[in-house]
């Protein structure tokens, strides 16, 4: 696997090893090895799109793109019109959109887009389960500016079920 500088990659405790390109799945067919990227519209998430694409150009991978959101919670007072918002349309644009910026027309044929009602952190540990590759930005809308790592890659890094890199902005 080709690591820029700036990449911090990071193995699971208890990641499967697999050996070249295929593996044949239970049906006895040739199954295509995955790459998962999280996107959230930051330009650290952009970044971590443009390496995982490169790298599944690389390895052969089929890509698929995941945004996780939630309701926000509340409590004791919500904002007016809260209503009027559709949370998940909102995530599916915002995915859309990344996708426009950063592959413009030429997107991979073996890419796919998912947009998860859950928790991001969650959603992109679920869909690391057997996926090659989890790749993250090491920090998106937090809070925190200063910080390493942001608490969807931090999560991340501790629970995926595969490898995991994490991108430097």
Do not use: N
């Amino acid at each position: 696997m080709l690591v820029p500088a700036g990449t911090i990659v990071v193995p699971p405790r208890l990641a499967p090893l697999r050996s070249g390109r295929r593996t044949v799945s239970e049906s006895g067919g040739e199954e295509r090895h995955r790459i998962v990227v999280g996107v959230d519209g930051s330009e650290g998430s952009k970044t971590a799109l443009r390496w995982a694409v490169r790298q599944a150009g690389f390895t052969g991978a089929a890509l698929e793109a995941v945004i996780g959101w939630q309701y926000p919670a509340f409590f004791g007072w919500a904002p007016v019109g809260i209503d009027d918002v559709d949370f998940g349309q909102v995530a599916a644009q915002t995915l859309t959109e990344t996708l426009d910026e950063v592959l413009g027309p030429d997107r991979p044929d073996s890419l796919l887009a998912r947009v998860v009602a859950e928790h991001p952190a969650q959603a992109l540990v679920e869909a690391s389960k057997d996926a090659e590759l989890l790749v993250v930005g090491s920090r998106g809308y937090g809070g925190f500016a200063d910080a390493l790592l942001g608490s969807v890659s931090t999560y991340c890094v501790h629970h995926a079920h595969c490898p995991v890199t994490v991108i430097r902005h």
